[in-house]
């Protein structure tokens, strides 16, 4: 169904936007809440925009870039910020996962929680 990476979420500190994908308008209001707030305070705090985008395997990955000349986005600080959340929000990133896999790549969701357990 999908052969590329894609999106989850955005948010740029230069549009001062944030984007979620339409394909994942399904998700609980309160899971679209935590993104929004996760997303938009990493580009407020960092600056830069941030995506939340799954590989092809359903992997959740951060991915940021920043215009050439923006010498305000600080690039150690979005290491460790990114570190931060991954940490932080573990229990949700492996649950948006786990959500991509099953309803967006159809694998078999007793195949996975047998993998992870």
């Known amino acids: 169904m999908y052969q590329d990476n894609v999106i989850l979420c955005a948010s740029s500190a230069y549009e001062q936007k944030y984007y979620l994908n ?9 899971i ?31 991915h940021v870039e920043s215009d050439e000349g923006d010498l305000l986005f600080d690039e150690i600080g979005s ?9 932080t929000k573990e229990e949700l990133l492996e649950s948006l996962e786990l959500y991509y896999k099953v309803f967006f790549l159809n694998e078999d969701v007793s195949e996975l929680l047998d993998n992870e357990g």
């Not at 339409?22 to 309160?30: I, N, T, V």
């Not at 935590?34 to 951060?62: K, N, P, R, S, W």
């Not at 290491?79 to 940490?87: A, D, F, P």
């Open 22 to 30: 339409e394909d994942f308008k399904a998700l609980p209001d309160g």
């Open 32 to 62: 679209k809440e935590e993104l929004q707030i996760m997303c938009v305070l990493y580009t407020e705090d960092i600056g830069g925009i941030l995506t939340l985008q799954f590989e092809e395997d359903g992997t959740l990955v951060f």
């Open 79 to 87: 290491v460790l910020k990114i570190k931060e959340l991954q940490r």
